[in-house]
Each structure stands twice: as C-alpha cells, then as structure tokens.
C-alpha cells in the first residue's frame, strides 16, 4: 500500500501533480511491461533460449514499478532512483549486431538509421526491452526517447529545488 503524505512538503507546489503522475505513470510502465512480456511468453513455442531476458526484462521493469511508490513516500530518494531509471531509457541503439532499447512506460523515439542512406526515424512505443546480441550485423540506428529526455529532466529539476530548500 502507498503512504499517503503531504507531498507539498518536499515537493514545490506547481510540481505536485507532475510528480504524482511520474510516480503513476512509473507504476503503470511497469506493470504493462511485465505484463506484455506474459502475454508474448504466453503466446511463444519454444521459450527455452529466453530466460535470461525475460530475469533482465522482470528487473528492469520492477525496478520502474518500485520508483514509482518510492517517488509519493520518500521524495528525494524516489527522484533520485527515477532519474536513474528514466535516463536508462533515453538512449537506444543497433550496432555490429547488438541492440538495446528499453522503455517503460510511452516511448516517443526521434532517431537515425544509418543501415544505407541515412534516415529519420520516429515512432511512438509502449514499455518495450529489446536487448540483441549477435543479430542484424548490418543494422546500425541511434535514437533518443523524448519522453525519458522530458520526465529526466523533471526528477532533475525537482531534485535541485529539494535540494535548495533549508533542512526542516
């Protein structure tokens, strides 16, 4: 169960409402995430070489869903852990056949493809963890999530006015 506190008291007051939806949203990332990974697990023949993932993809998205109860409880230490966690999914990438993207929550992702003539990518995602190794050695792509930028840069703000304020 969620500890209701007064978030007002450590949080500015125009940033309330942001944060609380930071630390739902953070939740609701990793729920759906863990859950679209039952469902595909669900619906796969042969899942015998997918263990390892499914372990990375159970962490990486519970460690979402405990940043977003620690954001409404504990503030500065729930700001702290979820500009970690949003920071990990600011960047994805496809290079000499390993590729990493991670997203918990609602991706907007603005990027390159440099497999032959460059081009623009963009694509909106819901939570995803897609992790190759040794596939698509020709794929080369670079993208930034804009929303991980976005949500990043306001556990950041929120840190230094926490940080700014005297010690009660």
Not at 102 to 125: E, R, S
Not at 127 to 150: C, F, K, M, P, Q
Request: proline share 2%.
């Amino acid at each position: 169960m969620i500890r209701n506190i007064q978030l007002t008291k450590y949080v500015d007051k125009q940033y309330v409402g942001a944060v609380k939806f930071l630390a739902y949203y953070q939740i609701a990332g990793g729920v759906l995430g863990i859950a679209l990974w039952a469902w595909m697990v669900a619906h796969v023949q042969n899942v015998s070489g997918i263990y390892l993932l499914i372990v990375a993809m159970v962490l990486w998205e519970g460690f979402s869903i405990y940043c977003g109860p620690l954001v409404l409880q504990q503030p500065a230490r729930g700001l702290r852990l979820s500009a970690i966690n949003q920071a990990m999914q600011i960047f994805s990438f496809a290079v000499n056949g390993y590729a990493l993207k991670y997203v918990a929550g609602a991706g907007f992702m603005l990027g390159m493809d440099l497999t032959a003539a460059p081009k623009f990518l963009c694509n909106l995602t819901l939570s995803s963890l897609e992790i190759t190794i040794n596939r698509e050695h020709d794929l080369v792509t670079l993208g930034i999530n804009v929303v991980a930028v976005y949500l990043l840069f306001l556990c950041n703000k929120q840190l230094g006015l926490l940080r700014s304020q005297p010690a009660a």
